[in-house]
């Protein structure tokens, strides 16, 4: 039961994520349909394939933690292969996200300076 309330729960966050993206999106009074359509695309996959992975990691850690002390050394040897396929997926999807906002704020013109560690703080507010 607990993991269909995470699933729902998940799937809300990441639909108030896709609309406060997509309300940034409307005050881009240039912005061009076409342009708005893939960078929404672009934003929800690297959203979803970040949280994707994440679940997928820590499935693995749990599983690892649950098996038993006797075989944790080899369960490590198993599991930690896959765990950095998975951090390695959400680090690209983080890089995803870094250039889309560079991408934003080069389509605004924006002189301001463009701060990353600002950017990931709000895309992980939740987390």
């Known amino acids: 039961m607990a993991d269909s309330d995470d699933l729902i729960r998940g799937e809300q966050e990441l639909a108030d ?12 009074p240039s912005l061009d349909t076409k342009l708005r359509v893939i960078w929404e695309e672009v934003y929800q996959n690297a ?8 679940m997928q990691m820590l499935s693995l ?3 690892a933690n649950l098996a038993g002390s006797g ?7 198993e599991t930690a292969p896959a765990i950095v396929k998975y951090l390695e997926r959400m680090a ?3 890089d995803q996200l870094l250039d889309l906002a560079r991408r934003i704020e080069d389509h605004m ?3 301001d300076e463009f701060d990353e560690d600002e950017l990931y703080n709000s895309i992980h507010a939740d987390d």
Request: hydrophobic share 40%; net charge negative; no cysteine.
């Open 71 to 77: 075989t944790s050394y080899a369960l490590e040897l």
């Open 109 to 111: 013109g924006s002189d």
């Open 92 to 94: 690209k999807s983080t």
């Open 47 to 54: 959203v979803k394939d970040r949280a994707a992975a994440n």
């Open 17 to 28: 994520k896709l609309g406060a993206f997509s309300e940034m999106l409307n005050d881009i």
């Open 61 to 63: 850690i749990s599983g």
